[in-house]
């Protein structure tokens, strides 16, 4: 069974400061990994994935990821924050069902986001 | 394109009564979803299609019903609403149920008193 767990549910920074979102994953085979943000009242934006190529990811609005596979670990960055990247960001896995082939996704509990001025 | 809609965009119901949330997607996939979001608790599936004329159950189908309508849409009722189900609701679709990127909807945001 594949599991996510966001390490931070609150983080708060300034603005013009680095961004680490922390993101744990179990799985037990080769998963896909992404990175959703959701700004408030909105629906769900891809940041980014991984799917078995590249570990160091690059997403939208600057973000990156990296997948360490030794460490199950799929930790969301940014070099400087922006006042409009606070938002809910969510870690997501998805892995195949043996059974039926499907990729069932599997969410984070979401990790809140505060810029500071 | 407008990629995935749904309507409403907010419903407040007594408990008993029912309601359909209405998805639609105008990508061509073949693979639609349906989550409700509550907090602290991430994203939940409670029914998914993998394909047209499909439906199955996800993590949390009780007191819901689907429909796949056609290949564009995917609706969610809700028979008879409690305040358990006041939540906000969320479509996705992807290409095939195999594939992995999911696309969102705006979501519905349901509160039953």
């Known amino acids: 069974a594949q599991s996510v767990t966001q390490l931070d549910s609150h983080v708060s920074v300034s603005e013009g400061t680095p961004v680490l979102l922390r993101c744990n994953y179990s799985?037990?085979?080769?998963?896909?990994l992404f990175w959703y943000v959701q700004h408030p009242n909105k629906g769900l934006q891809l940041l980014l994935k991984?799917?078995?190529?590249?570990?160091l990811v690059k997403g939208i609005n600057g973000f990156e990821a990296e997948f360490k596979k030794s460490e199950t670990s799929f930790h969301l960055t940014k070099p400087s924050a922006h006042m409009s990247d606070a938002a809910e960001y969510f870690c997501?896995?998805?892995?195949?069902?043996?059974?039926?082939?499907?990729?069932?996704?599997?969410f984070g509990s979401g990790t809140r986001l505060q810029v500071q001025p | 394109n407008a990629g995935v809609t749904q309507t409403p965009k907010f419903q407040v119901l007594k408990t008993g009564q029912s309601m359909t949330l209405q998805c639609a997607q105008d990508?061509?996939?073949?693979?639609m979803y349906w989550y409700r979001q509550d907090p602290g608790m991430g994203l939940r599936l409670i029914y998914y299609?993998?394909?047209?004329?499909?439906?199955d159950k996800g993590e949390v189908p009780n007191g819901y019903n689907v429909s796949r309508l056609n290949k564009r849409e995917f609706s969610l009722r809700l028979e008879s609403a409690a305040p358990s189900q006041t939540s906000v609701y969320f479509c996705?679709?992807?290409?095939?149920?195999?594939?992995?990127?999911?696309?969102f909807g705006p979501g519905t945001r349901l509160t039953v008193l």
């Open positions: 990508m061509n996939h073949n693979s």
């Open positions: 997501v896995v998805s892995d195949q069902l043996m059974d039926t082939g499907r990729r069932a996704l599997t």
């Open positions: 799985s037990s085979y080769s998963p896909s």
């Open positions: 299609s993998a394909s047209e004329g499909t439906t």
């Open positions: 991984y799917t078995s190529a590249a570990t």
């Open positions: 996705a679709s992807r290409w095939t149920s195999s594939t992995d990127t999911q696309y």
